[in-house]
């Protein structure tokens, strides 16, 4: 007979704004399932306005890369300290990992020892580093809900209750619009600009995107640039950015709807999440990115993937350009846009390979099948 908690308390933990959204849309998917839950978190602004009881902001940590948080151990140690008084005080009845497997990897180990049940959503991709994490969570985690189907074969393979549920932008981003039949020699070029959200990656590469729009508009002068920024990036960091190259100001857009970003003819984009947001609304884009010396050297010596844009790796082949450390520079940056701006049929073959990326990645309901997924385990009917 299954044992049935005697609590639906549920602590649950992410740490950066990605992780915030999916995971507080995961909360609320459980609480529709069952409005007896009551969620404690830990987190960001998303998840504080629909958790019970919000523990502390992780997201605002923004500690990110393989060399950086060591900076932050001390405020780590402090957060260990405190989810352990919270799992030994309320004994919640289940533990949800959402990504950032650093500090979560901690937390299961917490949850472990109390013999809390944990599970993860958004598993760490190990297909792309560091496969042998997926031995590691084996005897810490009840369950692994994968949205990447890359996943699959590594944590089978250690013995982990595995399930692929789909990617959580499906439940996000809208289907994506027709781009116009035909565009005009004066045709006002509607392009992305996409820095990420953490503040080496708005230091590092918002000028260059800028001054990349800005040859970009050297031959497309109708070009109009649009930053799409985080909620926690301030409009004066993106502006002072943007100033060392001077010429003018874009317009900067923040949303949760896609509404403006689905009508970008193509994009300049930090890898990451944004990457694969594009991908699903069939924008054409040059991808880029660049870590501190010190992340670069140790990131180079475990990633296994060919590719660090999202696209190209589920896609299994290089569909957008990168450009790493020092070849993500304005010219060959602007190069890789113009080209497509100027071949309508290589911007349409990238749009088509990157729609097929989307049908790749399953279909919307991705909270509600995590939420199904961990509420049949974590509260089993009684059979007595």
Excluded at 81 to 99: G, Q
Excluded at 363 to 384: C, D, K, M, Q, T
Aim: a positive charge; hydrophobic letters at 45%; proline letters at 8%.
């Amino acid at each position: 007979m299954a044992v049935v908690p005697t609590t639906k308390n549920i602590l649950i933990a992410a740490g950066d704004p990605s992780g915030d959204v999916h995971a507080a849309n995961l909360i609320l998917a459980l609480k529709k399932l069952d409005p007896e839950i009551n969620v404690s978190a830990l987190g960001g602004a998303r998840m504080q306005e629909v958790s019970d009881k919000f523990i502390y902001n992780l997201v605002d940590v923004g500690a990110a890369g393989f060399a950086e948080p060591f900076k932050r151990i001390p405020l780590w140690l402090r957060l260990i300290s405190l989810v352990r008084k919270y799992m030994e005080e309320r004994r919640p009845a289940c533990f949800i990992a959402v990504d950032f497997y650093g500090l979560n990897h901690q937390f299961l180990g917490l949850a472990s020892h109390r013999k809390i049940p944990a599970y993860y959503y958004i598993s760490p991709q190990v297909w792309a580093s560091r496969p042998s994490r997926a031995e590691r969570m084996a005897p810490l985690v009840k369950s692994v809900l994968s949205i990447f189907p890359m996943d699959g074969k590594y944590y089978t393979a250690a013995g982990v209750d595995w399930h692929f549920v789909g990617h959580p932008l499906l439940d996000l981003v809208p289907s994506p619009k027709e781009p116009p039949a035909s565009r005009p020699a004066d045709y006002p070029w509607k392009i992305g600009l996409l820095p990420g959200s953490r503040p080496y990656e708005i230091n590092g590469l918002m000028p260059i995107f800028w001054e990349s729009f800005l040859q970009i508009r050297r031959s497309f002068p109708a070009s109009e640039a649009y930053v799409f920024a985080a909620r926690e990036v301030t409009d004066s960091a993106i502006l002072a950015a943007c100033a060392k190259a001077g010429g003018g100001a874009p317009k900067i857009v923040r949303e949760d709807d896609y509404a403006v970003r689905s009508t970008m003819d193509a994009a300049l984009t930090c890898s990451g999440t944004a990457t694969l947001e594009n991908a699903l609304l069939g924008i054409p884009m040059a991808v880029a990115y660049r870590l501190p010396w010190l992340s670069y050297h140790i990131a180079r010596r475990v990633i296994t993937v060919k590719h660090i844009a999202l696209p190209n790796i589920v896609a299994g082949k290089q569909i957008v350009r990168e450009f790493i450390q020092h070849d993500a520079a304005p010219k060959p940056l602007a190069g890789a846009i113009m080209a497509l701006l100027q071949n309508p049929d290589a911007l349409a073959a990238m749009r088509a390979d990157l729609l097929k990326v989307r049908a790749s990645l399953g279909s919307p309901g991705v909270a509600e099948r995590a939420a199904a997924l961990i509420h049949s385990s974590a509260f089993p009917i009684s059979n007595s």
